[in-house]
């Protein structure tokens, strides 16, 4: 049973910065790709930030140079590193993983809130 185990959120005022952890119970390495969604409140979860096995990256535009994802695959953890938070930022963000075996494969965390305010 794979479990992914969000930590990190909390306040924050806005420009300050905060580091999301996502904890795997298996291995980062066997999942296709690992990435962060968010979901505020009335809007859709869209993503944030993708990994894939290899490494390569991928952001939305509104935290591109903002964000960044990385994964330790000794700790079996997804990071997310988030600077220059703004009040846009606010959301539920959820830690994703898409295993190798297609369609129904998919793993999500249960989430942790962030609020960016003053």
Avoid: H
Wanted: hydrophobic share 30%; with cysteine; net charge neutral.
């Amino acid at each position: 049973q794979v479990q992914l185990v969000e930590s990190g959120g909390g306040l924050v005022q806005p420009g300050g910065s905060l580091r999301l952890s996502c904890a795997v119970s298996g291995s980062t390495f066997s999942f296709i790709a690992m990435g962060w969604y968010r979901q505020a409140p009335g809007k859709q979860r869209d993503l944030v930030a993708g990994i894939a096995r290899g490494g390569s990256t991928n952001y939305a535009d509104s935290v591109k140079d903002r964000f960044t994802i990385s994964k330790d695959n000794a700790k079996n953890t997804v990071y997310l590193q988030m600077n220059s938070l703004n009040s846009e930022d606010t959301a539920v963000y959820y830690c994703y993983a898409k295993g190798p075996f297609g369609p129904g494969d998919d793993y999500w965390g249960q989430g942790t809130q962030v609020t960016v305010s003053s």
